[in-house]
């Protein structure tokens, strides 16, 4: 975690790059599919976005992954897609502000109208209560997942999809250690939504995505995301969380 008190980076950030890019594509286009045919405004927002590119080894954040493939889905299906990303840092949210802008510039990435905001709460009030869409949260510290913005974001927008992050095993340490940290399971239920899924951990180490959404018809076989209503997704919840 930078000193600055940007949300960053951390060692699992690699790998949670690699299934963010994996997974991405299919999420926001699912989204502007149904935003152009119901004619709704559709956001995709990354409410922790960090500095846009890792400073160690320059690789792309998850800024500019969903700048980019909300880019390509918006010029594929000629529908314009929002970009909202959130940076409580002033030096980070405008490191990601500058590479966003020399991606326009180099016409990289196309059909955007991109909207920088400081505040998660700010960012929130925002986004229409139509929009359809994804929010997207990776938090470097344990407790920097407010779960009342999640609820927040979840009642006004409810047609937005939430994908969140959990380094599952060092908070299932902290909590048999008897701190109270956020669950994976705590993460999902904050949303309110109908159907809950998360990723198999095997295959990027002991973390987790967890998605939530309230659409119910969702082909994820490609991506290893477990419906939590199902057994199979029961089990994987309990190993992961200890809940």
């Known amino acids: 975690m930078p000193a600055n008190g940007s949300y960053g980076s951390g060692r699992a950030t690699p790998f949670k790059q690699a299934a963010l890019e994996s997974v991405a594509g299919h999420l926001i286009g699912s989204s502007c599919a149904v935003g152009r045919k119901w004619k709704r405004p559709v956001v995709v927002a990354d409410m922790t976005c960090g500095p846009g590119v890792n ?16 880019s390509l889905t918006a010029t594929r299906l000629k529908y314009g897609i929002s970009f909202v990303y959130v940076d409580r840092d002033e030096v980070a949210l405008e490191s990601t502000r500058h590479e966003l802008l020399q991606l326009i510039e180099r016409r990289a990435i196309q059909g955007l ?71 994976l399971k705590e ?24 998605f939530a959404s309230n659409w119910t018809k969702r082909g994820f076989q490609d991506w290893d995301f477990l419906d939590l209503n199902t057994e199979d997704g029961r089990h994987l919840l309990d190993d992961l969380d200890a809940s």
């Open 187 to 210: 993460a999902l239920e904050a949303t309110g939504k109908k159907m809950l899924y998360a990723m198999k951990y095997a295959k990027w180490g002991w973390w987790s995505f967890g």
């Open 55 to 70: 400073p160690e080894t320059g690789a792309d954040g998850s800024p500019l992954i969903l700048a980019r493939h909300c």
């Open 113 to 183: 109208v991109t909207c920088p905001r400081l505040n998660q709460t700010e960012a929130i009030a925002q986004i229409p209560s139509t929009a359809v869409g994804l929010a997207y949260w990776d938090p470097t510290r344990y407790n920097d997942l407010d779960l009342s913005v999640i609820t927040s974001l979840s009642r006004q927008c409810t047609y937005m999809d939430i994908l969140v992050t959990r380094e599952c095993l060092a908070a299932k340490r902290m909590n048999c250690a008897g701190l109270d940290v956020t669950n």
